[in-house]
């Protein structure tokens, strides 16, 4: 199949997530058309099944607002003519479902019947597409896909809680190459951050109020006075100056180490002991599976589509939102006794193998081929 690809091209999940899908369905045999404003982030190798087209958008000071949509859904036009491409797969709803009904709409003007297929990742829709100022144009894109997805079952129903939904929603999963971490690492360099007899925790988020940040840093700050242990905080966002304010008041800086944004999560993975995520809402929670795969276990709260992630007692913990003392309970009950740790980190494994990308990609190539035979 000849498949275009639309996705936010940063380190957002829903951006990793469309990447990773990407550069899987070329390794099996598919031609994706990455249409987006930059390279994915995770986007290394362009080999001749993956094809990456730069939206332009030239700046010009008439406009207060640049018309992104205007210059994609053009762009989507020219790629699916000049490419052949048979389905467009956009993540993200806004404005990426806007934009794709629109060029369908153009393609439809000269014949070509182009399937679109729109997966919802969460912020799209609990976040930002219900505001009463996108409302309308989302519940409309999405009603107009030719196929709708979400990643977790909770997202599922917060969408049709949420939207005059009229369509199917299939809820597939995001998911995770197990056996990458097996390929990269045999020796994790743990040593270049902390000493032999310190734990390292770890949480990975673009930083934002909605990742609950403080709570991060209470947990940590909780967890180090009972055991030694450094803190690696990955990741740009709004909330990272109140972060090393609350390090600062805590008399914590030199055990927290800001990373900023990183390229080698695999690598922070591989020396990480225990992940933190105490998001108030995720609709999945991608990078908790990505610690899962690499072995590490999560202290999460239990909102959204988490608890169909972490499982309780086996994985890592749950605890409501909020409730620091609980996930710091949680984190030592783990880390306190070393064949505890040994056996979550297993378990945490088997957890994330439940996501195994071979199982879940055949599943959107079954709804690629649903809309194509459709038309
Ligand atoms: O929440 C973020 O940090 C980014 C956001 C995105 O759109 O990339 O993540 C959403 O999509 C991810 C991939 O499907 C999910 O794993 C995240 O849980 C979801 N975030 C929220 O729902 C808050």
Known sequence: MKIGIVCYPTFGGSGVV?????????????????ITYKQPV????????????EVNVPKYPLFHYQPYELAL????????????????????????AYAAYMAKKMLLEEGINLPIVTTLHGTDITLVGSHPFYKTAVTFSINKSDAVTAV??????????LFDIKKDIHVVTNFIDTGKQKEVFSDCQRGMLAQDHEFIITHISNLRKVKRIQDVIKIFYNIQTQLPAKLMLVGEGPEKEKAE??????GITENVV????????????????????PSETESFGLAALEAMAAGVPVISSNSGGIPEVNAHGYSGFLSPVGDVDAMTQNALSILKDKSTLTTFKKQAKVQASKFDIHEIVPQYEAIYNETLSKH
């Open 18 to 34: 469309a990447t990773e899908l990407g550069i899987e369905l070329s390794k099996r045999g598919h031609e994706v058309h990455f």
């Open 42 to 53: 995770r986007l290394e190798l362009l080999g001749n099944n993956v094809h990456f087209h």
């Open 73 to 96: 859904s053009s762009k989507l036009v020219d790629m699916v003519k000049l490419h052949k491409i048979e389905v467009l797969h956009v993540h993200y709803a806004i404005p990426h």
């Open 152 to 161: 977790s079952e909770s997202l599922k129903k917060d969408t049709l809680r």
């Open 245 to 250: 304010a609350l390090c600062e008041q805590l």
């Open 258 to 277: 800001f990373l900023g944004n990183s390229f080698e999560i695999d690598r922070i993975l591989c020396f990480s002991d225990l992940f933190l995520l």
